[in-house]
């Protein structure tokens, strides 16, 4: 059974550094590209960063490149988000999932929340 477990998400303060962290499992966590998305209040999921299966290649959402990156650890399958420098409109709830959506599993999420 695949499953995605994230974490690390709360309150924050605007220009907060928080690591969210997403543990895979049911899956040969090496071989997927992975990648995190966000979905604020009253909108839709979007894509906000991926990363090869290797970990040698990344990709971002224009709108937090320079401020998040992402990176995994293949012996722990656990795939990583580091958020720097957040704003308010980065609020929302950030779920992991394996590039190409091969299987139908989504985790709860964790809700990030930017407010002073």
């Known amino acids: 059974q695949v499953q995605f477990v994230e974490s690390g998400g709360g309150l924050v303060q605007p220009g907060g550094s928080p690591r969210l962290s997403c543990a895979a499992s049911?899956?040969?966590?090496?071989?997927?590209?992975m990648s995190w998305y966000r979905q604020a209040p009253g909108k839709e999921r979007k894509l906000v960063a991926s990363?090869?299966?290797?970990?040698?290649?990344?990709n971002y959402e224009d709108s937090v490149k320079g401020r998040f990156f992402i990176s995994r650890d293949n012996v722990e399958n656990t795939v990583y988000l580091q958020m720097n420098s957040l704003k308010p409109e980065d609020t929302a709830v950030y779920y992991c999932?394996?590039?190409?959506?091969?299987?139908?599993?989504w985790g709860r999420g964790t809700q990030v929340i930017v407010s002073s």
């Open positions: 990363i090869t299966g290797a970990g040698d290649g990344t």
């Open positions: 999932k394996e590039v190409g959506w091969r299987f139908n599993s």
């Open positions: 049911g899956f040969t966590f090496s071989i997927y590209g």
